[in-house]
């Protein structure tokens, strides 16, 4: 047993509907560690699709398009045995979730941080951003939920501008989520680990550069990220010369790559359990 004040929390990948493969891997490991977890961070492409309408209004090729497990935690035939904090990614029910664009409970222990919101958590400040980033679109509105018909899913799947200054104005959290990466993590010696990676010819075209203004201006501690559907771990010294962690995570279906654990010493550092 854990005897000590610790408090654990886990973070998660790209969920893509498997809600129940989450519960799942979260659980395996706190029997396996007799610890106990806390509350779940999870970064984007969490599916949370009540129903056809959610679905319908989700950016995604045909085969793609899948309700998922979400109805069954919706209808409250199961609960999800911790609180869950996610962020958007580009495949999401956007038609629901810009109904609470400053996010909210979606249903008991399940809450939406909004395209950009923050949660105070266990002491922690945890700020997240929604969306994925479009040269395009940065820089306009984002439509209305009133012209879904009109537009194109796609068209709600990205952050711009209005969400960057928001994200920024919360000022520094100690842990910031985000879907897509931030540009210039990959270090050189780590470059054979992203040749035909999906999403980027490249390790030098990895994340995007909003991204990397979050975190370099706000220098959180942790910065947990999802969508390239691969674990990544690397620390990263910001131009002001803070070490922010940064934990990428694979998709659940990827099974044990897709969760990262985490401790909250008494002094309040944030360490990855590593077993
Ligand atoms: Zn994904």
Redesign the pocket.
């Known amino acids: 047993m854990n005897e000590s004040n610790e408090t654990f929390f886990a973070a998660v990948?790209?969920v893509?509907g498997q809600h129940h493969e989450m519960v799942r891997l979260l659980s395996e490991w706190e029997a396996r560690t007799s610890n106990s977890i806390q509350f779940v961070l999870q970064v984007?492409?969490f599916e949370p699709h009540r129903n056809e309408e959610d679905l319908e209004t989700m950016a995604a090729p045909a085969k793609y398009r899948q309700l998922g497990d979400f109805p069954a935690f919706y209808s409250g035939e199961v609960l999800f045995p911790w609180p869950v904090y996610f962020i958007g990614?580009?495949?999401e029910p956007y038609g629901f979730l810009d109904t609470i664009p400053k996010g909210g409970p979606v249903l008991e222990n399940c809450f939406y941080l909004g395209r950009a919101g923050v949660a105070t958590l266990y002491g922690l400040k945890v700020t997240g951003m929604s969306g994925i980033y479009s040269p395009a679109k940065f820089e306009s509105p984002r439509p209305r939920i009133s012209d879904l018909k009109k537009r194109s899913n796609k068209d709600y799947t990205y952050f711009n501008q209005e969400d960057v200054e928001r994200t920024l104005d919360f000022g520094r959290p100690d842990i910031l989520l985000v879907?897509d990466w931030p540009a210039r993590i990959i270090p050189y010696e780590d470059r054979g680990q992203f040749e035909q990676q999906r999403r980027s010819p490249n390790y030098t075209s990895v994340g995007n550069e909003y991204a990397r203004v979050l975190m370099d201006l706000l220098s959180p501690r942790l910065m947990l990220c999802?969508?390239?559907?691969k674990k990544y771990r690397n620390r990263v010294t910001t131009k002001s010369g803070a070490a922010v962690d940064v934990c990428c995570l694979a998709?659940v279906e990827r099974g044990e790559d897709s969760v990262a654990f985490f401790r909250i010493a008494d002094d309040g550092t944030i360490e990855e359990v590593i077993e």
């Open positions: 990948g790209d893509h984007g492409d990614g580009n495949h879907h999802g969508h390239m559907h998709n």
